[in-house]
């Protein structure tokens, strides 16, 4: 029977979670026991208000396929993620949010889809029910416009992947991650589903704005170097309108005399050259910036490459 492990990563969830895991996630799993066995990976993110308490009491802790892995203090949701596809041992692992937001319900159709050959499952939310709205739609456009071509807007962290990708998943090293992103980039296709993202049960998403920013920050410099190209562009722009300008007054001001009377002051001169200078500027700053992005990726250590299959005429190796 093939083996499904379910991650859920959770920070301060007390109220909800024996809800979650008791009235959501047990039921929906004894559905499906015929066809696999399942091995449950709790991620408790260093709670403070219980939760592990909670969890341990909790019914489906009696059975013996629950592993609980609890960090000394919080590490944030991408941690927990990491820690939970580390430790996990399925063929197929499924990512899940603890506070109920992410349905259930759309775990069976996931593992049809899985068993149907895709390497990858990712939901993607139907009604966008959080107050993020705007800043999620903006975040997806700067994305977008920053080379990120097949990011698909709303794709959520409810995912599964197979044993294949989690196993190229454990060889990232880098400390500022945002799950999907790293996912996404490894490049096995994807599986989009549609699914309805509810309300949390409890309390308020954990993500609150300042965080949100930064995780936004993380995902730009750690998925593009464009930011840093722009500047640089703008930079030789600047340059090349200078050098235009202040060719033109040489020639017109001092060689010719000022034929079209346009009287050029001191001031002006300084001017241009200044622009000229701070063009200079930009452009070397782009250049030391490529150096820092190349010392930069090589200090992210990604892996060379991702293998699809290993086969001997046509036979998996
Ligand atoms: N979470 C976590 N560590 C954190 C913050 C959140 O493990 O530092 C868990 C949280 O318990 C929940 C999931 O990550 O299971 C999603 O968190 P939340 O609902 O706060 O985020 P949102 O739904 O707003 O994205
Ligand atoms: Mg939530």
Same mark, same amino acid.
């Given at each position: 029977?093939?083996?499904? %492990? ?15 895991? +008791?009235?959501? !996630? ?36 009696? %059975? ?37 937001? =992410? ?7 996931? !593992? ?19 107050? =993020? ?10 994305m977008r416009l920053l080379g990120n071509k097949n990011i698909v807007a709303g794709a959520m962290d409810f995912r599964l992947i197979?044993?294949?990708?989690? +196993? ?7 400390? =500022? ?19 309805? @993202? ?19 920050? +993380?995902?730009?410099?750690?998925? %593009?170097?464009?930011? @840093? ?10 340059? *090349? ?20 009377? /346009? ?11 200044? %622009?000229? /200078? ?27 490459? *991702? ?11």
């Open positions: 029977m093939k083996k499904v %492990s379910i991650i859920v990563p959770f920070f301060n969830e007390a109220r909800g979670v024996k809800k979650f895991l +008791d009235g959501q !996630l047990t039921p929906e799993l004894e559905l499906l026991n015929n066809k696999y066995k399942f091995e449950i990976v709790l991620v408790n993110d260093g709670s403070t208000d219980g939760t592990l308490m909670v969890i341990k009491g909790a019914e489906i802790n009696r %059975s013996e396929n629950v592993k609980i892995i609890s960090f000394v203090r919080n590490f944030g949701k991408e941690m927990a993620l990491a820690a939970g596809i580390k430790y996990a041992t399925g063929d197929a692992i499924i990512m899940i949010d603890a506070d109920g937001q =992410h349905p259930v319900e759309a775990i069976p159709k996931m !593992l049809e889809k899985w068993e149907n050959g895709a390497r990858i499952v990712t939901t993607v939310r139907r009604r966008n029910k959080t107050k =993020h709205k705007l800043g999620s739609a903006l975040f997806y456009k700067i197979d044993r294949m990708v989690a +196993d190229e998943y454990n060889r990232f090293t880098e400390h =500022h991650r945002i799950t999907r992103g790293l996912i996404d980039w490894l490049g096995y296709p994807q599986e989009y589903m549609l699914v309805d @993202l509810k309300g949390r049960m409890y309390g308020s998403g954990t993500y609150d704005f300042r965080k949100l920013i930064a995780l936004a920050g +993380d995902s730009f410099i750690s998925m %593009s170097r464009t930011p @840093l190209i722009i500047f640089g562009y703008v930079g030789v722009f600047i340059m *090349v309108v200078s050098l235009l300008v202040g060719t033109f007054v040489l020639i017109e001001q001092y060689l010719m005399g000022d034929p079209m009377n /346009l009287d050029w002051g001191a001031v002006a001169v300084m001017c241009v050259f200044i %622009s000229f /200078l701070i063009g200079l500027v930009m452009v070397s700053q782009a250049v030391m910036a490529s150096y820092i992005a190349r010392v930069h990726i090589e200090k992210k250590n990604r892996p060379l490459y *991702v293998i699809d299959k290993k086969e001997t005429r046509g036979i998996n190796v």
